[in-house]
Structure formats: C-alpha cells, structure tokens
C-alpha cells in the first residue's frame, strides 16, 4: 500500500502578505506596537522615542490588512500634524493597487466634529449652514450679554468678556461645575458667581438664536448626537473601523468621551502618548485619561517605547532620574541609542543680570565651535525669565526669535505700566497719557481727548499739570480721581528715583485689580511685572531705566527690520511652546524655587509633579549639550538682595553623583577695582553650590 503528503494550503484571507518592511523601519518596541493585535492599544512613548513613527507605521499596516482608507479616523492636535501623518502614510502605501490618499480620515477633534455635525445638524435645532464663532466673535457675543444684563456698570466692576468666555469654556472642557472652576481657577470672582452664570445662560441663548456653535460646541454637539440619537450613535460607530489618537495625555474630558463613544462595542482605538509630558492642565487636559486608559479598555494592551534617538545617555540619565521622583505615571527608563556626550552643566550665578551674561557669552562660543544659532535653544517657565536674557542678547547683538510670543516689552501689561512712567517723567508724552486714562472705568476716546486738552494746556512738570486738572464730567469723574491718584503717586520725587517702587505703585493704585477683570494670566502678568520691578530697581531713577528699555526696543526693532535680515536666530521659548522641538544645545534658565518650580505649585503634590514634567521636557528638548542655570541672589527689592534656592529639581538629584557637573563663575575685574563688599559673588556661588550638592531645601 502506497502513501504520499498532501499539504493544505492557508484559506484565501489568511496571512496577510505586507509589502512594507517593517522589521526593517521600526526598532523592536516599534515593531510590537505596531504590529499589535486590533483592539484598545494603549503607546506610551517616551520623548524622542519615535511616537509620530511608530503611528504612520501602525496606520499604513491597518491599511495593508485590508482597512479601506475611509474606515480608519486620525484624530490630533493640530492639522497640521494630521497632514504630516496623513502624508506619511500615504507614502509608505501608496503602491497598493486602488489605493486613494484622499480618502484618509484624519484631523483635529474640532474638525472633525465640525465635519460630523454639518451633516446632522437640524437635528440638534441648528441649519445645516450654522456658522462659527471665532476667539474675537466669542468674546464680542460674550460681551453683549454681559451688557444686555446690565453688568458692564456699576460700583463692582465685572471682568472683561475675555475673561468671562474663558471661565466658560473651562467649565465645558474640564466638565466641572461654574462654582467649582472659580474657586480652582479664579478664587477673586466666586462672590459674582451667580452673574457669571447668567451670563452663560444668555450666551448660550443668543448662540441658538443666531444659529451659531463656538469651537466649544463642536465637541459638545458631537457628544450630544452620541448620547442623544441612537440611529445617528449606531450611523457613526459603524463608519469607523479603527481610530488613531496622537498626544492622548493632551485630551480633554470630553475628548476622552468622544473616542469611547465613536469606538462603540468595536472598541479598536489605538492611542498614542507620553505620561511624562503632560504640562496642559491649564487649558483643560486631563491627566488621568492616559493613566486610566486600561481601566476604561479592559484588556488594553499597553507598549512602551523606550528607545530615544534624540538625546546623549548623560542627559536621559537625568531626565529618567527626575522624572522617577513623579508617583503618578507609567514608569519608564528611557535608553539612548546614541553615543556619549558631556555631562549637563549645572550653573549657579550670582543673579538674573549674571544668569543672562553668561548664556549670551557661551552662546557666542558656541558659534564660534561650530553650532549654529538656530540649534540653541534658551527655554524658561515664565515670560518675565526672559527680561534679562532678551537684555543682553540686545545688547551684544545676538539676533534672536521669541516662540511664547511677543518679546516681554512687547506684552500691553508691561507697556501699560511703562507708560505710567513714561508719564511721570515727561508730560509731553500724550500717547503715554492717552493709554493711561483709558485703562480706568468710563474714559472713553472722547473722554480722553477732553482731558489731554486740559492736561496739555496746564503746562509744568506731571503733578503740577495733575494738581490744575478740572473734574470731569460725572461718568468718568471715578476712574479719573483713581487714574490721578496713581500719577500723583508715581509721579513724585522718591517714586522717580525709584524706578522699581514706582512700578510697585502702579500695581498697589489699581492696576493689579484691572489685570485680574481683564486677563485671565492676571496672576503671572502680576509676577512679570513685581519682577520688572525688581530688575528696574537696579536704576538710578526712572528716566535712566526707560532709557535703557528704549534702547532694547531700538535694537530689537534693527534685528527685524533690517534690510538684510540675519540668516538665524537663536530661539527664546517658554517651556509650554517648546514641546515636540528640539535642539542641539539647551539652556533652561531661572532653576530657581519659587520660580521654577513656581511658587504656588509648591503645595500642592499634582502641579508639582506637573512643573516636573515641565522640568522632563525642557531637559529631553537638548540633543547633545545641556546647561542648567539658576541665580543665587534676587533683584534688590525694599533696598534688600534675597536668596533664592537652588530649584528642588537638582537639590533632590544631589545625592545621585554623575549626573552633571558645575560650572563656577569668576568675573574678569580691573586690578584697581574696589574691594568687594561681603558676600562676593564668587561667594555666593560657592553657596549655591553647596545647596545643590547637599540637597539642602
């Protein structure tokens, strides 16, 4: 009897044959989350660990198994990372035979709620055609309201509709109650809570009205068709089969809700994230998404990556050792797969106006050893940190790029309080005088216009001119007689040798209270200012200190506007709108207790562990060198320095050794300079040095 093998050939639809080398493309942690089962994945990725890579790779192998296009929802921060990915994606497959970029699902939350909700629209009372309001459309509605209710005057001033459209909108997102938002977020209007409310009501009224949605709605609506129509829930849940979440530790509660919701029984939703860089509570994101993502999945597979391909071992060795003091994370090491580097530099300096010589300084040496400008990057907690820094670089003509925004003399706080000074020492000044009135209740451009006449045709010094002003008219006669008591008091002899004290004027006479009813950073725009005036104190008196402002807005202004404009620019940048860069050399400045950490973090254990995730990021922005500087003393203030502590960032590391090293500054003097009045600086920094090394706090 005779025998032979008969072998069974796999069912059409079995292993998948992938045209894509992944092994090849992808590290080992890359490959798994890539190649993991479908169902609730959950990518911890830690900086520079390739997250962007390792999404492209995991949405064009959905694509390959067979997904069509259309069935696969990209869901980010930006558009512009939609579009980076989308792309990527679409490279990697585009040989596929039928294979249609354009039918790839990616985007924004809004946008795509945006998209979602033009289609069903009438179902929630809207027309298809409902329109959007924009930040400025926002706050200017807001603002009628407020009006319409009769808030905009009265003996208790209201705060502006910015303001108010933000304690709004905070609410929304974070899904807490109104009175719960003001007393976390904006403890000074919890006694107007009730008006706020009303407010919000009437808001959202005049928005059905006006057949109109603000980019809040866009999420709201979107949940409210999931929890409120079951055909359109079953219509949306069915038009996915997978969905894709970048930068998960970024969302919102209500962002978290929708993936649920859209993911339905399915549940194949794939989100990528770092614990480790989770620094945007303030604008609403919610830590314990990321943290509670297995619990919300049951059977979640979770993927670390680990492998970072940015930065030198000697600057992850202290970026894992601080980041390991957090409680709440995922635990995580990361390894360099690069080579060896120097060790991070810790500086202490004896202050702020030191802290700023040395960067530009090592800066300018940096150029000369080859590293071009654009590869350094100066990062900081805080605008005011940047005052001296922007100083000095000024000074020595070193070009630079502010990525928090405007330059710190540009921020309308600290022009508004220069121009109290401006003011004060030259009556001349009518644009001065014009934005000063104008910042007090009920004077308005006409109102302003009256009283410069009256000012101008007085004649004699400030207070002279201040002490002949007629009253005016009653509307405006309030805010008139508190704009007067504050010129008269900045105004005056020891104000004006006193630069730093009249700033403090300015804040005690008002105008804290008008930074706290118009913006909603009142409290850090209150701190850039208490240190604009701390810096201004090392003035003579108050024409010496506008001059040298004066002269850092002109050369400023020749770096922009110069007919050849520089080639680079070294980059500025707080913390916050430094995430996802990167440089070849880093500085982050102002190590500090109390400052970084802030001073309000320090009691409470969640945003302290949110400032040491700042602290993570700024240190994994640097590839190959990273410098460290804190200041010893404090500006003078009330004719006294103080010391500042080293930030508890380092002194809780002292006791690791190797983890950097410190760099001492001694200061070039003249052989017949003065003998130095104790403590020197070179002193002082021997100071800083030991609180460091013996973690002192």
């Known amino acids: 009897m005779s025998s032979r093998t008969y072998r069974l050939r796999p069912p059409s639809g079995g292993a998948t ?18 190649c993991a089962p479908m169902g609730p994945v959950l990518v911890i990725a830690g900086a520079g660990a390739g997250k962007t890579r390792t999404l492209v790779f ?17 869901l980010t921060f930006t558009n512009r990372a939609a579009r980076e990915m989308l792309d990527r994606a679409a490279q990697l497959v585009s040989h596929l035979p039928g294979f249609d970029a354009r039918r790839l699902q990616g985007g924004t939350f809004h946008r795509i709620g945006h998209r979602i909700l033009r289609r069903h629209a009438e179902r929630l009372g809207y027309t298809p055609g409902f329109g959007i309001l924009d930040a400025e459309d926002r706050r200017d509605l807001v603002g009628a309201c407020i009006a319409d209710l009769g808030l905009s005057v009265g003996k208790r001033r209201f705060p502006r509709a910015d303001v108010v459209a933000a304690i709004l909108s905070e609410a929304v997102n974070t899904q807490r109650s109104l009175e719960e938002v003001l007393a976390r977020r904006y403890p000074r209007f919890e006694a107007l809570a009730r008006e706020i409310a009303a407010v919000g009501r009437r808001y959202e009224a005049r928005k059905r009205e006006l057949d109109l949605m603000d980019f809040d709605d866009l999420l709201l609506r979107w949940r409210e068709l999931l929890v409120g129509h079951a055909e359109v829930r079953a219509e949306l849940q069915s038009l996915y089969e997978a969905i894709l979440v970048d930068e998960y530790q970024d969302t919102n509660r209500v962002q978290a809700e929708l993936v649920e919701r859209m993911s339905g029984e399915r549940r194949n939703v794939t989100v990528v994230g770092d614990d480790a860089q989770a620094i945007y509570s303030f604008r609403g994101a919610e830590l314990t998404n990321i943290l509670e993502f297995p619990a919300r999945y049951p059977g979640c597979q979770i993927h ?5 391909h940015r930065s030198t071992p000697q600057i992850l060795a202290l970026a894992n050792a601080s980041i390991a003091r957090n409680v709440r994370q995922y635990p995580k090491e990361l390894r360099s797969r690069r080579s060896d580097g120097p060790l991070p530099v810790v500086v202490p300096a004896a202050d702020a106006v030191q802290q700023a010589a040395f960067v530009a300084q090592r800066v300018l040496e940096l150029r000369d050893e080859g590293v071009a400008l654009e590869e350094i990057g100066i990062l900081y907690r805080a605008h005011y940190q940047a005052m001296e ?3 000095e670089l000024s000074r020595r003509g070193i070009p630079f790029q502010v990525r928090s925004g405007l330059r710190f003399f540009e921020h309308a706080h600290v022009k508004d309080v220069l121009a109290f000074l401006r003011l004060a020492t030259n009556p001349a000044d009518e644009l001065a005088f014009r934005r000063v009135v104008r910042l007090f209740p009920g004077i308005g451009s006409g109102t302003a216009e009256r009283l410069w006449e009256a000012f101008r045709s007085a004649g004699g010094s400030t207070a002279e001119r201040l002490a002949s002003m007629p009253e005016p008219m009653v509307r405006a006669r309030a805010g008139w007689l508190q704009c007067r008591r504050t010129l008269e008091a900045v105004s005056s002899p020891e104000a004006l040798a006193a630069p730093g004290t009249a700033i403090e004027l300015v804040l005690e006479h008002g105008y804290r209270d008008h930074l706290r009813e118009s913006f909603v950073d009142a409290e850090a725009r209150a701190e850039d200012l208490r240190q604009l005036a701390a810096y201004a104190s090392q003035f003579p008196d108050a024409l010496a200190f506008l001059s040298e402002v004066s002269l850092l807005t002109e050369l400023a202004a020749e770096d922009v506007v110069a007919a050849e404009p520089p080639d680079e620019f070294l980059t500025l940048s707080s913390i916050h709108r430094a995430k996802g860069l990167e440089w070849r050399v880093v500085f982050v400045v102002w190590l500090a207790e109390g400052h970084f950490p802030t001073a309000t973090s320090i009691s409470d254990p969640s945003q302290l562990e949110e400032e040491r995730r700042c602290f993570y990021v700024a240190l994994t922005r640097a590839r190959d060198e990273l410098y460290l500087v804190h200041p010893v003393l404090a500006a003078p203030r009330d004719g006294e320095r103080h010391i500042l502590r080293p930030s508890r960032f380092l002194t809780e590391l002292s006791d690791e050794p190797g983890l950097w090293e410190t760099w001492n500054l001694a200061e070039e003097v003249e052989e017949e300079s003065a003998p130095p009045s104790p403590p020197s600086r070179s002193e002082l920094i021997q100071i800083a040095r030991r609180l460091v090394d013996e973690g002192e706090e």
């Open 17 to 34: 044959r992938f045209a894509i080398d992944y092994r090849a493309h992808l590290d080992d942690e890359q490959f798994a989350a890539v």
């Open 389 to 391: 820094l922007q100083f």
């Open 304 to 308: 670390r990556l680990t492998a970072n």
């Open 58 to 74: 995991r949405l064009a192998r959905m694509l390959e198994q067979g997904i069509a296009p259309e069935r696969i929802l990209l």
